[in-house]
Structures are given as structure tokens and as C-alpha cells.
């Protein structure tokens, strides 16, 4: 039930109708701290860990690795961009379905290199690149009737041996990069709009082999739209239309662990 893993990121449908949605906002990519990006990016990490929570009250934590945006490995010079994730209060806990409220996550532009996953600190170990805090939303379709900032499903939810997939949305507060990135183009569901969606996809397979600390390990995409500081950007029909359950549906990044997710 958790994730936030990150990082950040949507596929298929999604991302190629914010791709076509952000052109006319911003035609050439823009490089902040050294990281490259452009309109309609969307951030993906198969590196994501986070610790496990079993009971209303529960605080989810963890932190990752962003390994390509917009599908390309080297968007970043002599540099790496990692994430941290806080914040997020458990306010429903079963087997079968976690909501949070709250949360934060950061991003940070690292050494290249340096990320090291038996070390939490080495993920913010840099530059600030972008703050981020956890926006409420109405989830849709196979979410229906849930509201927070994080929603997951899956099975064995309140114990260590988590597994399934999430999504939450999130705004842009702070960070180097933050101009870009507060666009306000991401549906709540609600009347307003958030600046980014995120889904994950987390177990236990491979954790323990990576050397973190933490027993629950994943993968995470993160949809966002870019924007010129200063000028307004539309907000994109295409992505109001499809709603979040069909999100949640689609993206489920593999993780290179091998896990063999449970339905």
C-alpha cells in the first residue's frame, strides 16, 4: 500500500494525450540543475522502498531512484535525480485497500552514482530539485467512493508482506524546477487540479536483496505537465476525460525484481 514510488509517471494513453496536451506550453526541453526535461514529461523509477504500515494512524515513508524521463536513461549530466517520500497517515487499512491523507515528496539532483539503496540518506544527498506535497482527490472507476492522497489495492495490505498498486496526485511547492511543474492540469475529481498523478507497483520479491533497510520495494510513474514560468497553460480536456481508474489500470511498470504481482 504504498508507494509513492515515486518518482513519477504514467503510460500509454495517458501520457501520449499530456505529451500532445503540453506541446503548445512549452515546444523546447528546459535543463534545471542539470536535468533535462520537457512538456508533458513523465518520470519513471523501478527503484522504489518504503516501509510498511498496518493500522489507521501509520505513517508511509521511503525513497527511490528516478531512472529515465520520458523514457530516455540520460536526461541527467553527470548527475542522478532521487526522490524522498513522507508524510503519508494511513486513514484506512485492510488486506485489500490502504487511503492515506497528507504526504510529501522531494526530489533531489545527487552525485552521479551515489545513489545507494542501503542508504536512505543518499537519496537527498543534493540539490533540491523539486518539493512536492500529496493533493486529495476523488478516486474513479475501480477506486470509486475513495478519497485521499495515496489510494492502493492489493492483498496482505497491512502487513509486511504488502503487495499491489497505487495512485495518488500531487502539487509542485517548492524546488528549483517548482515553476515549471505548478501547472495545475491534473483533474481531482473534486472541482480543482493537482500538478501531477503518480501510480506504483510494490511487493516484497528482490527487497532484501537490494540492501535497503525496508521490507517493501516497487516501481512508480509520475505524470506531469510542463509549463513557461510566467504564462498560463490550458488544461488539457484529453486527460479530464479518462479519469482516474483508467490510470490505475494502465501503467503497472515491471519491476526488475522479477516479483510475479498478485491479483
Known amino acids: 500500500m504504498r508507494y509513492l514510488k515515486a518518482a513519477a509517471v504514467l503510460t500509454g494513453a495517458l501520457a501520449g494525450a499530456a505529451l500532445m496536451a503540453g506541446q503548445a506550453a512549452m515546444a523546447n526541453p528546459v535543463t534545471v540543475d542539470g536535468v533535462t526535461f520537457n512538456s508533458g514529461s513523465y518520470f519513471q523509477s523501478n527503484q522504489i522502498f518504503e516501509n510498511s504500515v498496518s493500522k489507521v494512524g501509520d505513517e508511509l515513508s ?17 548527475c542522478d535525480l532521487a526522490f524522498t517520500f513522507s508524510g503519508y497517515t494511513a486513514t484506512t487499512v485492510n488486506g ?5 491523507s497528507g504526504g510529501m515528496v522531494n526530489f533531489y539532483v ?27 482527490f476523488a478516486g474513479q472507476n475501480n477506486y470509486s467512493g475513495r478519497t485521499g492522497t495515496l489510494l492502493s489495492t492489493g492483498n496482505a495490505l497491512d502487513t509486511p508482506a504488502a503487495a499491489g498498486t497505487g495512485i495518488g496526485q500531487l502539487d509542485a511547492t517548492g524546488g528549483d524546477a517548482m515553476a515549471y511543474f505548478d501547472t495545475n492540469t491534473i483533474p481531482d475529481f473534486q472541482g480543482g487540479f ?12 528482490g527487497c532484501a536483496s537490494s540492501g535497503s533497510p525496508l ?34 489500470l494502465g501503467f503497472a511498470f515491471r519491476r526488475r525484481y522479477g516479483r510475479n504481482k498478485k491479483s
Open 62 to 78: 521511503g525513497y527511490g531512484q528516478v531512472t529515465a524521463i520520458n523514457g530516455g536513461t540520460t536526461f541527467c549530466s553527470n
Open 96 to 100: 485489500q485497500s490502504a487511503d492515506f
Open 110 to 136: 545527487i552525485p552521479d552514482g551515489s545513489f545507494d539503496a542501503s542508504d536512505p540518506g543518499s537519496a537527498m544527498s543534493g540539490t533540491l530539485f523539486l518539493q512536492t506535497t500529496g493533493h486529495s
Open 194 to 205: 493537482a500538478d501531477f498523478v503518480f501510480t506504483t507497483d510494490f511487493g516484497t520479491a
Open 215 to 248: 521490507p517493501i520495494c516497487g516501481s512508480a510513474s509520475l505524470q506531469g505537465k510542463v509549463g513557461m514560468p510566467g504564462t498560463s497553460v490550458p488544461e488539457p480536456s484529453a486527460l479530464g476525460l479518462m479519469g482516474l481508474g483508467l490510470i490505475g
